[in-house]
């Protein structure tokens, strides 16, 4: 009967001999009366298969499947054999095994046969099985006939036993005492048992791998805790190299640095945790030419070796020459980074024997590196910043005089939209006076040249006229005018120049510009805006959802334009949840937030031209139309005092149509939530054609629009 219908059978059932005997009547009504020995077999196959899966320890697992197999087939011998791991399936021994009395055991005796390795292991790794009543009469090759002999075997019935796709071992049922033939019924039988034990190889290596990145991120939150409590390099060293060392079994776990200014071929260990048995390098000086001439680049750049044998492995004479003084027969080197420059090495030594690195070691070696990386600049750190105590009081004099001016540029910073605002608005009256200084000048002149002429053709004033001259102080008056208005073009000219210093110190930093992704930037941002965007209750949360169009690349600022995005992206935020606190205060289950970024490709069919547009949109509460007006307008803002500078869209207003040619555009109703456009020139210089034919082939295909989505 179908196994898995036995075993559904059985969970109907209220114990054993109940599902016995339905079991019994089910194969009869079938098949007639049952064979009391398929039965046993059936029930033997059902509880190995509960042991199996009661347990995930491999040694309790073959104990007691041997047992089970060996009583019902009524063998002399059931065993479990187990490949070594890079053996090539020509070296192994047994873990496991079921034998009667009289016979040998071979537990944990080591097989090694070539033969089989050549011959036979390729077809056990597909799933052959292999049935031999008599080893003399099945046409063994001698090699293993003399192998099997050793084991008192005359005939075997061995199945694969296989963890997923690769050949773990061997499930081995022998007959000692004299030949057998094997039924098809038997063979069946072990098959099924072996599956079921493939089964339980997974688990367990399932398992062992949860435990070990178990152990290996316990091991890295300890070293971190331990970088963030101390910040004294020996200390550090010393913990990782202990905790590195007995995790990952190593031989010698040691820290190696390189001496400064020595083109990276000259260095010494300054830490390690070693076995007993194998010598120290702790302090111990290494000239390496080989190493500083043609590794010490590719290290510097992140490169991480792992060397299973140095014998093997490709390497300069010269360099295996520097690891075996070292007892060191296979290694894993990771750099050790202070920033961007190449400190030392993290080492990990295996010296009795060759060892393969597992990939999940490699990378918990990495995460180690980069966590000591992190431990040297901030020891770099704490060195500059003694250095830079012992220089403080010098410095502080200077300090004081500079505080006013950083307090002003600091200020100056922050109102360089609202200063070059005022310096065009003061310009255009000043350009005027002073184009008109000119002519105010020759009127003057040619009036003061009409009074003097007065004054001569009539010799004699009039008592009156006298008078009068007299109470203006006629002749300061004609003296002092052309210098009052050359004083007025002086401070019209210092005007100007004050305008235009004012002019020239609002422009932000001029940033390199160059190609890039805007959704990347766009993930960046909401990766740094996570914090905000993560539910702060159960009955509120924020939902971004990114519709994001086939853009190219665009030529701009990239980290204006994150400034842009953020800014926007935090006033979302900020409405929704503001939104939210009041509903609460009002007794009413707050909306769910939902921030939309939507991206497009839109064109101008007139100017031959194509631009890059980001929508980021919200379902809050809206702008109302008379506070839209003012959006962009410096200082403006509707938050509360202390929350807000109403500096944020008018810097974004600057960058995205000042410093790019583009638009910013707001859309917005009352209730109905904000749409934020952003628009972009994909690109800014006009040396190359704007809208070229891959442009216009999208243009035509649909996928650009015209409309700004408001």
């Known amino acids: 009967m179908n196994h898995y219908f036995l075993e559904q059978l059985r969970e109907c059932c209220r114990d054993d001999a109940t599902f016995e005997r339905l079991q019994q009547l089910l194969a009869e009504q079938i098949s007639g009366p049952v064979d009391s020995a398929a039965v046993e077999q059936q029930r033997s196959l059902s509880r190995v298969i509960g042991k199996i899966r009661e347990s995930l320890v491999l040694e309790t697992i073959f104990k007691t499947t041997a047992t089970e197999v060996r009583q019902l087939l009524k063998a002399d011998r059931v065993a479990m054999f187990r490949f070594f791991p890079d053996s090539g399936y020509d070296d192994g021994e047994f873990v496991s095994e079921d034998v009667l009395p009289g016979f040998d055991s071979v537990l944990q005796k080591r097989v090694f046969d070539h033969c089989f390795g050549e011959q036979y292991a390729v077809h056990y790794a597909q799933g ?8 003399h009469n099945a046409g063994l090759q001698d090699c293993h006939i003399e192998v099997l002999a050793k084991f008192q075997i005359r005939a075997n019935l061995v199945v694969p036993l296989l963890q997923g796709d690769a050949l773990w071992g061997l499930l081995c049922i022998h007959q000692c005492a004299a030949p057998r033939a094997w039924s098809p019924s038997e063979i069946e039988f072990v ?18 791998q949860i435990k070990v990145q178990s152990e290996q991120q316990q091991a890295l939150y300890r070293v971190v805790n331990r970088i963030r409590e101390s910040l004294d390099l020996e200390t550090i060293f010393q913990t990782t190299a202990t905790e590195v060392q007995q995790l990952l079994k190593a031989d ?72 075996s003084q070292f007892q060191i027969r296979a290694n894993l080197i990771v750099p050790l980074l202070q920033g961007d420059t190449l400190w030392g090495l993290l080492c990990i030594h295996q010296c009795a024997t060759p060892r393969e690195w597992q990939p999940s070691e490699i990378s918990f070696v990495s995460q180690i590196a980069a966590q000591l990386g992190v431990a040297l600049q901030q020891a770099e ?30 200020k100056m910073s922050s109102l360089g939209q609202l200063v070059a605002g005022v310096a065009h608005e003061i310009n255009n009256p000043v350009n005027f006076i002073h184009g008109n200084l000119d002519y105010a000048h020759q009127y003057a002149h040619d009036l003061m040249e009409l009074v003097r002429l007065y004054h001569q053709s009539l010799g004699h004033l009039l008592p009156e006229l006298n008078d009068r001259a007299e109470e203006i102080d006629l002749e300061f008056v004609l003296d002092d005018f052309p210098k009052m208005l050359a004083s007025m073009r002086i401070g019209v000219d210092r005007i100007r120049q004050l305008v235009l210093s004012l002019r ?23 990766l740094i805006l996570q914090y905000r965007l993560k539910p702060k209750s ?52 707050p909306t769910p937030g939902q921030i939309t970024i939507r991206t497009v490709l839109k064109s101008d069919l007139e100017s031959q031209s194509a631009f890059a547009a980001i929508c980021i949109a919200d379902n809050g509460p809206g702008i109302a139309p008379a506070t839209q ?43 109905k939530g904000t749409e934020f456009w952003i628009e972009i020139p994909l690109v800014q210089a006009v040396t190359t054609p704007v809208y070229t034919p891959e442009v216009a082939a999208v243009v035509r295909s649909g996928a650009y629009t015209g409309s700004n989505g408001c």
């Open 629 to 671: 007006q003012r959006l962009f307008d410096p200082f403006f803002t509707t938050k509360p005092v202390g929350k807000g500078t109403g500096l944020g869209l008018s810097i974004s207003y600057q960058i995205v149509v000042e410093r790019h040619g583009g638009h910013l555009k707001c859309c917005s109703e009352p209730g």
């Open 381 to 410: 750190l704490l060195l500059q910043t003694r250095q830079q105590a012992l220089e403080l009081n010098d410095a502080l004099a200077h300090l004081q005089k500079l505080q006013t001016q950083l307090i002003q540029q600091e």
């Open 504 to 526: 020239n110190f609002s422009r932000l930093d001029e940033a390199a510009m160059k190609p890039v992704n805007l959704h990347e930037g766009i993930e960046s941002t909401l």
């Open 538 to 589: 159960a009955n509120f949360t924020i939902n971004v959802v990114k519709e994001y169009g086939d853009l190219p690349l665009v030529e701009c600022y990239p980290s204006q334009l994150n400034q842009v995005l953020m800014n926007l992206l935090v006033n979302a935020i900020d409405a929704l949840e503001e939104r939210a606190e009041a509903q609460q205060a009002a007794g009413i289950s």
């Open 128 to 135: 052959r099985l292999q049935a031999v009543a008599d080893i």
């Open 252 to 323: 010698r776990v040691a820290m190696f640095r390189f001496f400064p200014n020595s083109g990276y071929d000259d260095g010494e260990f300054v830490s390690e945790a070693v076995l007993p048995g194998f010598d120290s390098v702790l302090q111990k000086r290494v000239f390496d030419h080989c190493f500083g001439e043609q590794y010490a680049i590719h290290y510097a750049k992140g490169r991480v070796q792992a060397v299973a044998d140095i014998h093997n492995a490709g390497l300069k004479d010269c360099h295996v020459a520097v690891l």
């Open 191 to 208: 098959k099924q048992i072996a599956a079921h034990l493939g089964v339980a190889l997974q688990q367990a290596e399932i398992h062992h």
